[in-house]
Nanobody, 119 residues
Framework: QVRLTESGGGSVRAGGSLTLSCESY????????MGWFRQAPGKERELVASIEPEDSAHEVESTEGRFTISRDNTKDTVYLQMNNLKAEDTGVYVC?????????????WGQGTQVTVFS
């Protein structure tokens, strides 16, 4: 039974920082690419960052270099460090895992953790 559990969300003033964590269970973690998606009210879920099993990481351009994804295979955990947060970063951040190919191919999903950035 695969399970992904996110933590670290909360409310932060614009310009502040948060670190999100996603711990996996019942996964051969080192064989899976991991990702962070964001779902804002009234918008579709969108990819924010992804990291491959070999540690090759990518953050989407809209994060403007403010976000960093990383993984610790000894802890079966993926992280998202978010700095200089803006109001538009607000949303539910959802952890995902896939083996190969596209994120469109129905990966495993976590339940999400809320991030709220206020001015």
């Amino acid at each position: 039974q695969v399970r992904l559990t996110e933590s670290g969300g909360g409310s932060v003033r614009a310009g502040g920082s948060l670190t999100l964590s996603c711990e996996s269970y019942a996964l051969i973690f080192g064989s899976y690419a991991m990702g962070w998606f964001r779902q804002a009210p009234g918008k579709e879920r969108e990819l924010v960052a992804s990291i491959e099993p070999e540690d090759s990481a990518h953050e989407v351009e809209s994060t403007e270099g403010r976000f960093t994804i990383s993984r610790d295979n000894t802890k079966d955990t993926v992280y998202l460090q978010m700095n200089n947060l803006k109001a538009e970063d607000t949303g539910v951040y959802v952890c995902a895992a896939r083996r190969q190919g596209s994120w469109l191919n129905e990966p495993f999903w976590g339940q999400g953790t809320q991030v709220t950035v206020f001015s």
